[in-house]
């Protein structure tokens, strides 16, 4: 065989097994094609990588805005933070802070989705069916057609290091209905209790994540407000890992704004699954 003719492993050894006229007239043949064979070899060895951008494709139908709606209100519609589709098109995930407010019965305000482009918002009523404050998770259904859902993955499988991606609506509606996304170094899986300095600090919040401390995902990443509830996600497979729900504050909670930190946490979707278990539901 010429020399430069370069086989896989696997068809060398059935080269090898040919008597030896047979393998000159294969060496023959093989010898023209040898290229060939490097070229496929190529292209079986290197995986092939997906796109975030052709991935961003199909995570961002499934991410909707939640807030409030009032018929009478100037506005009528008050974007709060973000969601995501799950299930069946007809559920949305969230964070509970984001529902600590009481409606207003009075002003007929109920929950609601955003979903639309620039000033094309759509709205959709939404019903609070279930709730996990200790992991500051909120679970929505919603009226009307179903909406793409988002696939929820295995977040036990999740590696410091990993640079992932979250999509919402850090600065809200302001300038029409369009969802971000971000590049979130995971920089470490840290318990969400962090000790305070002194004594003084500690409050009820404080006391309770002592108790009951869980992991945590801490993103190197800069979130707002609005984010809360963002879909995490994987840039090769598009599957949720986590939630946005907090950044960390240096000073006062306006600093979040003006000066953000550039650190973010996001709870981790072995919650939400937890919390799809209790509301009886399964994701597929």
Known sequence: MNKKTVLPPGLYRIYMARPGHARRRAASWLSK????????????????LADVADTLQTVKPGVVGVG???????????????????LDGRYVVSCAHIFAKPLDSEKNE??????????????RAAQL??????????????????LPPLKLGDSSRVREGWQLYFTGYPIGSILGLNPSTHRAGLAAIIPIFTPVAAASQLNVRALMQAKD????????????????????????????LGVVNSVYVKGAKETALTS????????????VHSLLERARLKAP
């Open 129 to 146: 069916i279930a709730t996990d404050k200790a992991h500051d998770l909120a679970l929505l259904k919603i009226s009307g057609d179903p």
């Open 68 to 86: 409030t709606y009032t018929p009478t209100g100037r506005p009528r519609t008050n974007l709060q933070g973000t969601g995501f589709v799950v």
């Open 213 to 240: 401390a869980y992991e945590v995902f801490e993103l190197d990443a800069v979130a707002y407000p609005g984010n809360s509830g963002s879909p995490v996600w994987h840039p090769e497979s598009g599957e949720v």
């Open 33 to 48: 094609r040898h290229t060939s064979w490097l070229i496929l070899g190529l292209l079986i060895s290197f995986p092939v």
């Open 110 to 123: 109920t929950h609601a989705i955003f979903i639309g482009r620039d000033r094309q918002i759509g709205v």
């Open 260 to 271: 953000p930190s550039g650190i973010s946490y996001a709870i981790p979707v072995k919650y």
